[in-house]
């Protein structure tokens, strides 16, 4: 499975926009590119996921760059519920299974 | 509607006995998997269920670990003769299916085991 590198942590002030990035430089073409993030003892939830083009749910925005070898979350106003840890995991079409780094832990301060 | 349950919440055993932790996943959801997460650490995959067949065990740390689902929806992790290593957060999850489209995994809140 492609490997993904993230910083081990960041910080936020609360109503700021977030950008959390991901490398994958060894990302295939057919590999998805999803996020998932955990909050303090929970299981991690699913964030978004996109393939080539960037995506926006109502938690996030993704964008992926051009080459995919990098993409970034964006948290478009933190708040103190969204602090957590982070997680950017490449899937590809014959893998089931979530292959966890050790994510971005991020805070956010009031 | 319902989410993932997992039980029990929180289980200390003694090194050397056996423990079964249990998971509902959503109706419906045809896989399952398992993860294992040590404190500061991502989730590691452990086994993966669609419906009862288990299709990958290839994360189970050794032949203590068992698990099954024996009519493809309630699934029982084992582990047998406890060691103080498998202390350890376990992660069910559940998705609608195989495939890029039903893929989204659902965990539940895990069960903390620790081990004396």
């Known amino acids: 499975d492609a490997k993904t590198t993230q910083p081990n942590s960041m910080e936020s002030n609360e109503e700021e926009p977030v950008h959390l990035p991901c490398n994958h430089s060894t990302i295939s073409g057919t590999d998805y590119i999803h996020w998932y993030r955990q909050l303090p003892s929970q299981g991690p939830e699913y964030v978004i996921h996109g393939l080539t083009s960037n995506v926006n749910n109502r938690m996030a925005s993704l964008a992926i760059a051009e080459d995919r070898k990098s993409s970034t979350l964006i948290l478009h106003r933190a708040t103190l519920r969204d602090a957590a840890v982070y997680y950017c995991i490449l899937r590809d079409g014959d893998t089931d299974k979530l292959i966890f780094g050790t994510g971005t832990r991020l805070q956010v301060f009031p | 509607g319902a989410g993932v349950s997992q039980s029990p919440r929180y289980k200390v055993a003694k090194r050397g006995q056996d423990v079964a932790l249990r998971c509902d996943p959503i109706?419906?959801?045809?896989?399952l998997f398992w993860y294992q997460q040590a404190l500061g650490q991502g989730p590691e995959f452990l086994t993966y269920?669609?419906?009862?067949?288990?299709?990958?065990k290839s994360g189970l740390p050794s032949d203590r670990f068992f698990a099954e689902r024996p009519e493809g929806s309630v699934s029982t992790l084992k582990i047998q003769r406890t060691q103080q290593e498998d202390s350890a957060v376990y992660l069910c999850?559940?998705?609608?299916?195989?495939?890029?489209?039903?893929?989204?995994?659902?965990f539940g809140p895990g069960t903390r085991l620790l081990v004396l």
């Open positions: 109706s419906g959801h045809v896989s």
């Open positions: 269920f669609q419906n009862e067949a288990q299709l990958d």
């Open positions: 999850a559940s998705s609608l299916g195989p495939g890029p489209v039903k893929e989204t995994q659902y």
